[in-house]
């Protein structure tokens, strides 16, 4: 079972009743008791609740609010980088906004264990996808709204300038009207996607953030490789793994000292936690670059050769051999099979 920060919560409870009448508070004591939180208790984000009972509030504020489908806009929008607490302070104080976003992808997981962000350059756009675990329910699709919000909000606190994504993509399907979607992230909102998450420009990217410090950002990255030190086994460990390994595949197939290394912890231990969940680093490694390679074929215009080294291959013809016993066909026949489906 996933875990999720009580910050979510009061997010959500706040933009839905913010007119601050009595019936408001005993609406906000109701929804809050509904996961374990006492109304008069202070906001901890170290504080988590289970997944499956955020998504159900999700679900049941979405439809006994006024906001209805508009719940998870209104929710990123109020947020700003100092309600995340160390988090938000190293969001706030990377160099630039790829610096920002890098800490999305390391640190998150002191949020919720059940989002997973990685940041994937595809030429000169870059993308900022989040992998969700669980079933694609209506509440876990709200709160995917949310975390997109979310990190546009924060990424226009941290812009010196105006800051709109590219574009803003959702695995699931579209809930009818998107006005209000586009309104918001003010780009084109694709919906029934093939990843969650949002593009922008390497211009964007490389812009120096307004309050970037180096120094104040090593300190907070120290402060939350802390964090991250003190947290307990997860079960997205796999997943975090494939992430770092496919992001080293272009300067060849990382050892587990250094996919170990990405995530805070000894060879040894991530040897040991691997080992626990009857998981093999060999294996993983294997399928990170089935996965990467999949996607380059499907997704971007790389030469064969291109792929070959990007997946950690020093000859095109030993990853024409792998592709062939992964998929059952030669990455060129893949690649056109994508293409005419």
């Avoid at 190293?90 to 997973?116: D, F, H, M, P, T």
């Avoid at 060849?252 to 805070?264: T, Y």
Wanted: aromatic fraction near 8%; glycine fraction near 6%; include cysteine.
């Amino acid at each position: 079972m996933g875990q999720i920060s009580t910050l979510f919560v009061h997010k959500l409870v706040d933009v839905a009743t913010k007119d601050g009448q009595p019936s408001d508070r005993a609406k906000r004591r109701d929804w809050l008791g509904s996961v374990g939180i006492d109304l008069d208790a202070p906001i901890d984000p170290k504080r988590m609740v289970a997944d499956t009972d955020y998504y159900a509030l999700c679900e049941r504020i979405a439809r006994e609010s006024d906001l209805g489908m508009t719940l998870p806009l209104k929710a990123g929008a109020a947020v700003c980088c100092d309600d995340y607490g160390a988090f938000g302070l190293a969001w706030k104080s990377a160099i630039n906004l790829r610096g920002s976003y890098e800490r999305a992808e390391r640190y998150a997981r002191v949020l919720s264990s059940v989002a997973i962000f990685e940041v994937v350059p595809e030429g000169e756009k870059t993308y900022l996808v989040m992998h969700w675990e669980g079933d694609r329910s209506l509440g876990l699709r709200l709160s995917n709204e949310q975390t997109v919000a979310e990190v546009v909000r924060l990424s226009r606190e941290v812009s010196p300038r105006a800051f709109a994504p590219e574009a803003v993509y959702f695995k699931h399907p579209s809930p009818g009207t998107t006005t209000a979607h586009e309104k918001y992230f003010e780009c084109p909102v694709y919906f029934d996607a093939d990843r969650d998450g949002l593009k922008v420009s390497k211009a964007t990217l490389t812009m120096a953030n307004r309050l970037g410090d180096p120094a104040i950002s090593q300190f907070f990255d120290a402060h939350m490789e802390q964090e991250l030190r003190e947290l307990p086994d997860d079960n997205a460990l796999d997943k975090r793994v494939r992430i770092q390994i496919s992001q080293a595949l272009s300067e060849g197939v990382p050892s587990i000292a250094e996919v170990a290394l990405r995530l805070g912890m000894s060879g040894r231990t991530l040897q040991r936690r691997l080992s626990e969940q009857d998981l093999s680093f060999k294996t993983l490694v294997d399928e990170s670059r089935r996965q990467l390679a999949e996607r380059l074929l499907n997704a971007t215009e790389y030469a064969i050769n291109e792929i070959a080294f990007l997946t950690g291959f020093s000859e095109q013809s030993a990853f024409n051999r792998a592709f062939k016993r992964w998929a059952g066909k030669t990455p060129r026949s893949y690649r056109l099979d994508a293409q005419a489906s």
